[in-house]
């Protein structure tokens, strides 16, 4: 998809609070909790949509990891209690584990994603799959404390 | 050609996270073969396990894979990924299991 401005997807987080920082989670599902704050302090989830995702998980298993180190927490489109389409960051310091004994399932990267709008949220996708598999930003998203760090990583990479 | 009109079904849990997301990376790589593909279509797993057999290719998520076990006895290939936006894994992926050279 070409985009003129680049891919400002990280400068949208910071612009729009949908930023996280934490040292940890108490568990997965603690960990998706977590994920959902910033989207439901501004209204775009209501606070059952994290239970939703909770209740995926258990149901389909860990699916929400999608690479190493990288989860994406998030229900189906059009859920109930979701009013609009965007997606949230956050960093845990410590990995939480999705599945005991396996490693590869687990994160310290989230990408929460909400959608009641097919097009936009298609664009948000592309946006997030293209950032996501530019290696160098993965790896400084891991190592990312702030959101000036954040702002960093977009300029550096995705303008 | 290998490859050319075959039908792609991409499968996760709700149609509209990860499936998404294999769908553009299998897109990518569709393209770099020059391939033209006879149906791309992503869909949540309730809607796949029925359809698959339907389709040629199934794309999803590695632990997804035994769920379409049934087609894959029909001779439907099913190409299961540890890292759904990964293009290069579609690519060996696919061309191990001759679906492109």
């Not at chain 1, 998706?32 to 949509?49: F, H, K, Q």
């Not at chain 1, 149901?59 to 190493?68: E, H, M, Q, S, T």
């Not at chain 2, 190409?79 to 579609?90: D, R, T, Y």
């Amino acid at each position: 998809m070409i985009r003129v401005g680049g891919n400002g997807l990280l400068r949208e987080f910071v612009e729009k609070n949908h930023v996280k920082f934490a040292e940890s989670a108490k568990d997965w599902k603690d960990a998706i909790r977590m994920s959902c704050e910033t989207l439901e302090a501004d209204g775009t989830v209501e606070e059952n949509y994290k239970e939703e995702i909770i209740a995926c998980v258990e149901k389909y298993g860990p699916y929400i990891v999608i690479a190493p180190n990288i989860a994406m927490p998030h229900s189906q489109e059009g859920a109930h209690g979701v009013h609009k389409t965007e997606i949230a960051f956050m960093k845990l310091q410590k990995p939480v584990s999705f599945e005991p004994g396996n490693p590869e399932m687990d994160a310290q990267l989230f990408f929460t994603l909400a959608s009641c709008n097919p097009d936009q949220h298609l664009d948000n996708m592309s946006r997030l799959s293209e950032m996501l598999c530019n290696e160098q930003v993965v790896e400084e998203l891991a190592k990312a404390e702030t959101m000036p760090d954040l702002l960093k990583i977009q300029e550096q990479y995705l303008d | 050609m290998a490859g050319q009109n075959l039908k792609f079904l991409v499968c996760c849990a709700n149609g509209a996270g990860s499936s998404l997301m294999a769908q553009m990376a299998l897109e990518k790589v569709l393209r770099k073969y020059g391939i033209t593909a006879g149906k791309v279509h992503h869909c949540p797993l309730s809607e796949g396990k029925s359809s698959a057999a339907q389709y040629d290719v199934i794309v999803c998520a590695q632990n997804f894979a035994n769920m379409f076990g049934d087609a894959e006895k029909k001779g439907v290939k099913v190409i299961p990924l540890k890292n759904v936006m990964s293009a290069p894994e579609i690519e060996t992926k696919l061309k191990e299991s001759g679906i492109i050279d």
